[in-house]
């Protein structure tokens, strides 16, 4: 099954992030080598009770651990992770989806996460003479397995921030975004033109690659 799969690419990636064999991560976790040589190959598999544990050993949420994949942000729900623990227990003809609609979810956690933190710079910005507030919309996208980044605008209404545009990542080039973030917020452009910038953006990266 693609999750046992998962698994074994974690716990490889993990082995070389420590510079070590199975032999090597076994004794740092404190797990058998038979049972993680067992994982690696693929003869053995953690049973659903087992997953939290080991993920708990190898310092990483279940999620990155059942994904196979490093992510740059992770949720930290407790309850969440309890679910993506039991996921491998569900019938093989509705697991797949299961594994979409957990990914998906885990977006969503992200995408708000990302939402709380623009509005909370923002309220920890001291009072300037300035319009508007430009911040960076990060989405990690379970089906392409990428991170692309957008622009999330705030004006100031009566001394406070209020979120007025959202626009949805439109680039893999983290640097070449939050450039463009600057250079929006040095020149106060007024949202109705992020649009022709955005496209702008969008040309000019297209011919200089």
Same mark, same amino acid.
């Given at each position: 099954?693609?999750?046992?799969?998962?698994?074994?690419?974690?716990?490889?990636?993990?082995?070389?992030?420590?510079?070590?064999?199975?032999?090597?991560?076994?004794?740092?976790?404190?797990?058998?080598?038979?049972?993680?040589?067992?994982?690696?190959?693929?003869?053995?598999?953690?049973?659903?009770?087992?997953?939290?544990?080991?993920?708990?050993?190898?310092?990483?949420?279940?999620?990155?651990?059942?994904?196979?994949?490093?992510?740059?942000?992770?949720?930290?729900?407790?309850?969440?992770?309890?679910?993506?623990?039991?996921?491998?227990? !569900?019938? =093989?003809?509705? &697991?797949?989806?299961?594994? @979409?609609?957990? %990914?998906?979810?885990?977006? #969503?956690?992200?995408?708000?996460?990302?939402?709380?933190?623009?509005?909370?710079?923002?309220?920890?910005?001291?009072?300037?003479?300035?319009?508007?507030?430009?911040?960076?919309?990060?989405?990690?996208?379970?089906?392409?397995?990428?991170?692309?980044?957008?622009?999330?605008?705030?004006?100031?209404?009566?001394?406070?921030?209020?979120?007025?545009?959202?626009?949805?990542?439109?680039?893999?080039?983290?640097?070449?975004?939050?450039?463009?973030?600057?250079?929006?917020?040095?020149?106060? !452009?007024? =949202?109705?033109? &992020?649009?022709?910038?955005? @496209?702008?953006? %969008?040309?000019?990266?297209? #011919?200089?690659?």
């Amino acid at each position: 099954m693609k999750i046992e799969k998962n698994i074994m690419t974690t716990l490889k990636r993990e082995m070389d992030k420590r510079g070590v064999n199975y032999v090597g991560l076994s004794a740092e976790i404190d797990i058998p080598r038979t049972t993680l040589q067992g994982y690696l190959n693929g003869t053995s598999h953690p049973r659903a009770d087992s997953i939290e544990n080991l993920a708990d050993k190898l310092g990483i949420s279940v999620a990155q651990l059942v994904s196979g994949e490093e992510h740059p942000a992770s949720v930290s729900n407790p309850d969440f992770d309890q679910i993506l623990s039991n996921i491998p227990t !569900l019938h =093989p003809k509705v &697991l797949p989806a299961a594994q @979409q609609a957990a %990914l998906l979810l885990k977006t #969503l956690f992200q995408m708000s996460d990302d939402l709380y933190a623009a509005e909370k710079k923002a309220a920890d910005i001291p009072c300037q003479n300035q319009s508007y507030l430009y911040c960076l919309h990060e989405l990690w996208d379970p089906f392409r397995r990428s991170t692309s980044y957008g622009i999330l605008v705030k004006e100031r209404i009566c001394g406070s921030w209020s979120t007025i545009a959202i626009v949805a990542p439109f680039s893999a080039n983290r640097t070449a975004v939050l450039d463009l973030i600057d250079h929006c917020a040095r020149l106060q !452009l007024a =949202p109705g033109h &992020l649009l022709d910038v955005v @496209q702008d953006f %969008l040309t000019q990266q297209a #011919l200089t690659t």
